[in-house]
Each structure stands twice: as C-alpha cells, then as structure tokens.
C-alpha cells in the first residue's frame, strides 16, 4: 500500500520544516449489480495463493502504519498543517484503536486454521478425502454409541448382581453367628458349663 506519505526532511522558504504531505486516493468499488459480477471481490480472490499473500501483506502494512501512528500519539507527536488532512489531524489514540480492532480481526482470519481448511477443501481431492475421513468417523461413532450402550447394559447387570450377592452374604453371616452361637452353646454345656469361644478366622470374617 502506498500511502503517499512524504516525512523526508525538507527546508521550505522560511527555513522551518516541511510538514508531512500525504496524498490520498479513493477506489470506488464497481455496482454489485454489473456484468462483472464476483469479478475481483475477495470471496472469490481469496482462493488464489498470490492474492491471499498480498492481501495478508497490505492488511500487515495498515495494522503497522495505525500501530505506529497511535504510538506517536501517545508520545504526543501531532501531524498539522495545510497538506495534512483534517481526518489524520483529528485522530486520537482511542479512534485509532478502533480501527485496529478490526485490523487485526482480518489479520487473524487470514491466518487462522479455519480459514486455511475451507480454502484446501475447494480442492476436489482435498474434499473427497475430508468427506470419506467424516463418513469413517461417523461410522466409528455409531460403532462406539453401540458398545457404549453395552457396557451401559453390563454395569446395570452388575449392579443387580452385587446387590443379590450383598443380600445373601448378610443373610449367610447372620446365620453363621447364630451357628456359631450354638456350637458355643453346646460345647459349654459338655465342658460342666465353661465358657467356650470359637477362635479363628470365623472371627474376622463376622466382624467384617
């Protein structure tokens, strides 16, 4: 992009120093509605390599040049005189952030994954093969729900059967401290009345 901005050191008449001069140049964008329609508008150009960098390289050059005239700002350098124009010496660091902002919005979608993946897959081989890598995942998906739904149907399964098995288990260590009580029972009463207790593993197992 030229911008047309001449800040050359120069001496005019007077001998104090030139201002910046910049010239500015408006391209008027043709009627939507004329023959040549889609002819030249980015949608279409961006598909085209060359274009795309040149395109990246001006939208680099305008973030660069709203970077460094924002920065001057800061420091309180002021473009004035007759050859500047009113929009440039009107400009102040909070207009000028506004306009980065969409700067470097462009600059992230020309540069992003995203933007790169809709270009390859104008690419008819590029297509086919993204098409047949979806259709193989959606058929792993299916595979995959398919087991999930399975192992969903186990884990019921054994759920039902550990809480049978609770069940049982605390029925069968009721009866066995009850056995135990008896067999206790029955073997003091042949001792003339001792006290007998079963010692063992038996014991760990009720307390448990």
Same mark, same amino acid.
């Given at each position: 992009?030229?911008?047309?901005?001449?800040?050359?050191?120069?001496?005019?008449?007077?001998?104090?120093?030139?201002?910046?001069?910049?010239?500015?140049?408006?391209?008027?964008?043709?009627?939507?509605?004329?023959?040549?329609?889609?002819?030249?508008?980015?949608?279409?150009?961006?598909?085209?390599?060359?274009?795309?960098?040149?395109?990246?390289?001006?939208?680099?050059?305008?973030?660069?040049?709203?970077?460094?005239?924002?920065?001057?700002?800061?420091?309180?350098?002021?473009?004035?005189?007759?050859?500047?124009? #009113?929009?440039? &010496?009107? !400009?102040?660091? +909070? $207009?000028?952030?506004?306009? %980065?902002?969409?700067?470097?919005?462009?600059?992230? *979608?020309?540069?992003?994954?995203?933007?790169?993946?809709?270009?390859?897959?104008?690419?008819?081989?590029?297509?086919?093969?993204?098409?047949? #890598?979806?259709? &193989?995942? !959606?058929?792993? +998906? $299916?595979?995959?729900?398919? %087991?999930?739904?399975?192992?969903?149907?186990?884990? *019921?399964?054994?759920?039902?059967?550990?809480?049978?098995?609770?069940?049982?288990?605390?029925?069968?260590?009721?009866?066995?401290?009850?056995?135990?009580?008896?067999?206790?029972?029955?073997?003091?009463?042949?001792?003339?009345?001792?006290?007998?207790?079963?010692?063992?593993?038996?014991?760990?197992?009720?307390?448990?």
């Amino acid at each position: 992009i030229d911008w047309g901005i001449d800040l050359t050191d120069a001496s005019n008449e007077a001998g104090e120093a030139a201002e910046p001069q910049e010239e500015w140049t408006v391209i008027e964008q043709e009627d939507a509605d004329s023959s040549d329609h889609g002819k030249g508008y980015p949608g279409v150009q961006l598909e085209d390599a060359d274009f795309r960098a040149r395109l990246l390289n001006d939208v680099l050059e305008l973030r660069a040049f709203l970077m460094q005239r924002k920065l001057e700002l800061d420091r309180g350098e002021v473009w004035t005189g007759e050859g500047v124009p #009113g929009a440039v &010496q009107e !400009a102040t660091p +909070e $207009s000028l952030a506004s306009m %980065l902002a969409p700067v470097e919005a462009a600059v992230e *979608r020309l540069t992003c994954s995203e933007t790169d993946l809709l270009l390859t897959l104008k690419q008819r081989k590029q297509l086919l093969r993204t098409a047949k #890598g979806l259709k &193989q995942k !959606a058929s792993a +998906e $299916s595979k995959f729900r398919g %087991l999930i739904a399975g192992l969903d149907d186990k884990r *019921r399964e054994a759920r039902g059967h550990i809480q049978g098995t609770t069940t049982k288990l605390e029925f069968l260590m009721v009866h066995t401290a009850r056995l135990k009580g008896h067999v206790e029972g029955h073997l003091s009463k042949l001792y003339s009345g001792r006290q007998v207790n079963i010692i063992g593993n038996i014991n760990v197992v009720l307390a448990s």
